[in-house]
């Protein structure tokens, strides 16, 4: 039972256009969203992250947005550049302390963006 | 510089030949844990540790074991390897404080059990 969802392996976007990628969830008790971007040869770093009490949270040209009712958070990258070409991995936790415990990180199955010339 | 140091890198052996992956971390970091990421699962977790003798299973622990001596280290070893723990292994560290806590991960170790 896949309780974090990235339902698109890869998505192509034209540099300097919007790049959204999308996550749903299905565990209600999660309450911190992540956003972990990984290079190929590198390990996942982190990116961006949302707490359930807010439904937006901006760094730079990173935006994550959480809709808690529809259990659905989405990554907005703009304008998007040829260093954003990345997979993206979403990841939830039932707590604030998302690196530990039982209670740790729950990821999805990771995004390929591509960002084209 | 803060940093998640894995050793080997790169890694072929063969069936049933013991093997240890290292970890460190120079972050003083209390949390520790081991995922692997295979084709079409993402990251799944192995073993965690919540601080120095307190270890525990994740997701798939299976074929595992990890030890916690020292705060800033957490091998994970094989004891006897298998085909289908041929994979790419990422060590991550993380505190428990602060309201933005996240994980650091390691550059990975790519293993191949022939």
């Known amino acids: 039972d896949q309780q974090v969802k990235q339902n698109s392996p890869s998505l192509s976007v034209q540099e300097g256009r919007i790049s959204i990628l999308n996550c749903d969830y299905t565990n209600s008790m999660f309450d911190y969203f992540l956003w972990y971007k990984k290079y190929p040869a590198e390990g996942p770093t982190f990116l961006i992250s949302i707490s359930s009490i807010k439904d937006k949270n901006e760094d730079g040209r990173f935006t994550v947005f959480l809709n808690k009712s529809a259990k659905h958070l989405s990554l907005h990258i703009v304008p998007s550049q040829p260093g954003d070409s990345a997979v993206y991995f979403c990841a939830a936790s039932p707590t604030l302390y998302s690196g530990g415990g039982a209670d740790g990180l729950t990821f999805g199955k990771g995004t390929h963006l591509i960002i084209q010339p | 510089e803060a940093q998640v140091t894995q050793n080997p890198r790169y890694l072929i052996t063969v069936t049933g030949k013991k093997l240890t992956v290292t970890c460190s971390q120079n972050m003083n970091h209390e949390y520790m844990s081991w995922y692997r990421q295979d084709p079409g699962l993402g990251l799944r977790q192995i073993y965690y540790s919540m601080n120095v003798e307190v270890t525990d299973k994740g997701d798939v622990p299976e074929g595992y074991k990890v030890s916690r001596k020292e705060k800033r280290n957490f091998p994970l070893i094989l004891e006897s390897p298998s085909p289908n723990q041929t994979s790419l292994y990422f060590c991550?560290?993380?505190?428990?404080?602060?309201?933005?806590?996240?994980?650091?991960f390691g550059s990975g170790t790519q293993l191949s059990v022939l």
């Open positions: 991550a560290s993380s505190t428990r404080e602060g309201a933005d806590e996240k994980l650091f």
